[in-house]
């Protein structure tokens, strides 16, 4: 496969309103760097944090009004302007130094989180399409241990639901403590979690 120069993307520009989002057709497809997978992209999922960081909606610690991105405390890591889409599927078209050549050609769903330190505290805790350009692209660039081999039956289009919205709903039935014939109200049903 020959993997062109440019891509099209959407790009957020600032925070704001859908305004802030531009369609672009000459945008550089990204180069695989050490330990990472050049991914096309099939399908590409929006969550609720997508927009929130478009807004600016997260507030600061000191002003829970201000504009401000996903990472209320440490380094501010998003910077314009930055392809979104943190929940993405697709298949590796090729790989960076030290990921084996076997890869290209697997079908896979992203982990959107960016680890720094444990992981036990948001503020060491970023994501895809925030802190580095993300799927809302044809081509997106990320670790290879974040970039899952999936088997699945399913259309690319919902695996790319699971990402952010199964991992929420597993986190909240976790925290809950629920148990197998535990009864659950889910109030909306109109998203991917409820």
């Known amino acids: 496969m020959t993997i062109p120069g440019n891509m099209q993307a959407v790009l957020l520009t600032g925070h704001g309103g859908p305004e802030k989002l531009e369609c672009r057709s000459n945008v550089p497809v990204p180069a695989p760097g050490p330990g990472e997978v050049l991914i096309e992209v099939s399908a590409c999922g929006?969550?609720?944090?997508?927009?929130?960081?478009?807004?600016?909606?997260?507030?600061?610690?000191?002003?829970?009004?201000?504009?401000?991105?996903?990472?209320?405390?440490?380094?501010?890591?998003?910077?314009?302007?930055?392809?979104?889409?943190?929940?993405?599927?697709?298949?590796?078209?090729?790989?960076?130094?030290?990921?084996?050549?076997?890869?290209?050609?697997?079908?896979?769903?992203?982990?959107?989180?960016?680890?720094?330190g444990d992981g036990k505290s948001l503020v060491d805790i970023d994501y895809i399409g925030h802190g580095r350009d993300g799927g809302y692209a044809e081509y997106v660039a990320v670790p290879a241990e974040q970039?899952?081999?999936?088997?699945?039956?399913?259309?690319?289009?919902?695996?790319?639901?699971?990402?952010?919205?199964?991992?929420?709903?597993?986190?909240?039935?976790?925290?809950?403590?629920?148990?197998?014939?535990?009864?659950?109200?889910?109030t909306g049903a109109s998203g991917g979690v409820g």
């Open 46 to 116: 929006m969550n609720n944090t997508d927009i929130w960081v478009r807004e600016g909606a997260y507030g600061t610690d000191d002003d829970p009004h201000a504009t401000a991105s996903w990472r209320r405390a440490g380094d501010n890591t998003l910077q314009f302007p930055r392809i979104q889409g943190a929940d993405t599927a697709g298949h590796i078209v090729d790989v960076g130094e030290g990921v084996s050549s076997a890869r290209v050609g697997e079908r896979v769903m992203v982990d959107f989180s960016i680890y720094n």
């Open 147 to 186: 970039a899952y081999v999936c088997a699945s039956s399913m259309s690319d289009a919902e695996l790319a639901t699971f990402c952010c919205a199964y991992l929420t709903g597993e986190h909240m039935l976790d925290r809950a403590g629920l148990a197998a014939g535990e009864t659950v109200l889910i």
